[in-house]
């Protein structure tokens, strides 16, 4: 074989990882950074599950998109989204074709790692006032202290009202803080392993210094209470029905010289359900059914009524089938799901725990995880074969940018995501989603072209 014969076979017979920066056209570069502002905003409203689930109802009732409760009438053509307790959400498009085909399903999670307030939260100690916490997902301690923390969530009073505080996110807005030791006394600290340096029981934000005028007993305390019963009129027995929670206060911004990425809180997983709502939106008027799930408590193992093991997603698939005059058995069998999820982003500071060639490459595209899990491919789901090779046809007729990947090396650690109970529905699931650094730290980094290729990903499915 001459020199150009061998250079063509190559080209047929190896696979190559493509970068968006090499194969992106000029109208498409434009795209991404358009796309990746609207995407900063809904990072910037929605730093919380229930400020998610406000905000993509926001988006979906411009589109048209009409509130549904279970039980109601659902009608072919129509857009529909239901509410779950406020903390996730299913937006859907009943298509026009028969529903036994199926359901296109794009399921992203709404929460994200942070600091809860414990449910008798406050107290004084030595002149200061602080709010004890319990942390909700996997963080790293040490990355929690230190930074500016905002307050955002709900009080639901014995009288039945739901007060909504945020408190850190104007700039006017004071913040809050978890201290600690200054180096020059950390020697001892500092010898200790990091995950076992700062303890779960010492994540104490403080919250005020100044006496209540007059007190003689717990007086910034007492301070404190009475500054939020008069903002707010709530008690210190108000706290037993909150959710309030501590954020890295501040917003989305851009990173880099070349405004090429995003340093954010929460990216995971709001980098994945920004594009599944805009996919939705986009697709609307699609002679398919199709779904856009935003899922709450991912990050604690997706117990609960609002996360992805309820059985409301079966019930939702059953109403829907009925009334579109289908066998939910017959349409759960015949739908598809992307799990839409973060990947473990290949570090170059720390190649140790990767395996380089099954990585999520930044700026490679949207990452598609055929199975998570940890060692041995415990608990994953593992997408077959041919559901993988459905996917990659969808994504070569669209020109997607994409890659494979696992997180990190085996037996190094692992991680989970929502797809396995959507699988265990009889519905055919793949993970996919952006490449993202410093997961689950109060500040990680994404690819503006990466959360492109996810929208444009999402969108092909839906299609
Ligand atoms: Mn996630
Ligand atoms: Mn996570």
């Known amino acids: ?44 409203n929605a730093k919380t599950e229930r400020e998610a689930v406000k905000e993509a109802i926001k988006m979906l009732s411009k589109e048209g998109f009409k509130e549904y409760k279970l039980g109601e009438k659902i009608e072919k053509g129509n857009k529909y989204y239901l509410n779950n307790r406020d903390k996730s959400l299913f937006a859907f498009v009943a298509g026009t074709e028969d529903i036994e085909k199926g359901i296109r399903i794009c399921a992203a999670h709404i929460d994200s790692p942070r600091l809860d307030l414990k449910q008798h939260p406050m107290f004084e100690n030595e002149g200061f006032a602080y709010l004890k916490t319990h ?70 934000l403080l919250i ?66 920004y594009p599944s709502l805009t996919a939705i939106m986009e697709c609307k008027n699609s002679e398919h059914t199709i779904m856009c799930i935003l899922a709450d408590k991912e990050e604690i193992g997706s117990e609960g009524v609002s996360g992805m093991k309820c059985r409301l997603i079966v019930d939702l698939i059953e109403e829907i089938s009925t009334n579109l005059g289908g066998n939910p058995n017959v349409v759960r069998a015949n739908s598809m799901c992307l799990s839409a999820d973060v990947s473990a982003g290949y570090d170059p500071m720390y190649p140790e725990v990767f395996e380089k060639r099954n990585s999520a490459i930044v700026n490679c595209g949207v990452v598609m995880n055929k199975y998570t899990g ?67 730290a109060p500040l990680e980094v994404i690819s503006k072209n990466d959360l492109y290729q996810t929208h444009k990903a999402l969108v092909a499915f839906c299609k």
């Open 1 to 44: 074989m001459d020199k150009k014969e061998l250079k063509k076979l190559k080209e047929k017979l190896f696979y190559k990882k493509e970068n968006a920066f090499d194969v992106a056209t000029e109208k498409e570069a434009k795209a991404v950074s358009e796309y990746a502002e609207g995407y900063k905003s809904f990072l910037d």
């Open 135 to 204: 942390y909700y997902g996997g963080i790293r301690k040490y990355q929690w202290v230190t930074i500016p923390l905002a307050l955002h969530g709900v009080v639901s009073t014995v009288d039945g009202e739901n007060v909504e505080i945020t408190i850190g996110e104007d700039e006017n807005d004071p913040v809050f803080c978890i201290t600690d030791l200054l180096p020059h006394l950390a020697r001892e600290q500092s010898q200790k392993p990091l995950g076992t340096a700062h303890a779960g029981e010492s994540l104490n």
């Open 208 to 273: 005020g210094s100044e006496p209540l005028d007059g007190a003689t007993e717990d007086k910034v305390k007492f301070n404190m209470l009475k500054i939020l019963n008069d903002r707010y009129g709530i008690t210190e027995s108000d706290f037993v029905s909150a959710e309030l929670t501590a954020v890295p206060a501040g917003k989305a911004r851009d990173l880099g010289l070349d405004r090429s990425m995003i340093a954010a809180y929460g990216h995971d997983d709001r980098v994945c359900s």
């Open 374 to 440: 940890g060692g041995g491919k415990s608990s994953t789901n593992d997408a077959s074969a041919e559901y993988v090779g459905h996917i990659r046809r969808i994504f070569k007729d669209a020109g997607v940018v994409w890659q494979t990947a696992e997180l990190g090396k085996i037996d190094v650690g692992g991680g989970g995501t929502v797809a396995m109970y959507i699988a265990n529905q009889n519905i055919n699931t793949v993970d996919l989603g952006v490449a993202v650094l410093s997961m689950h």
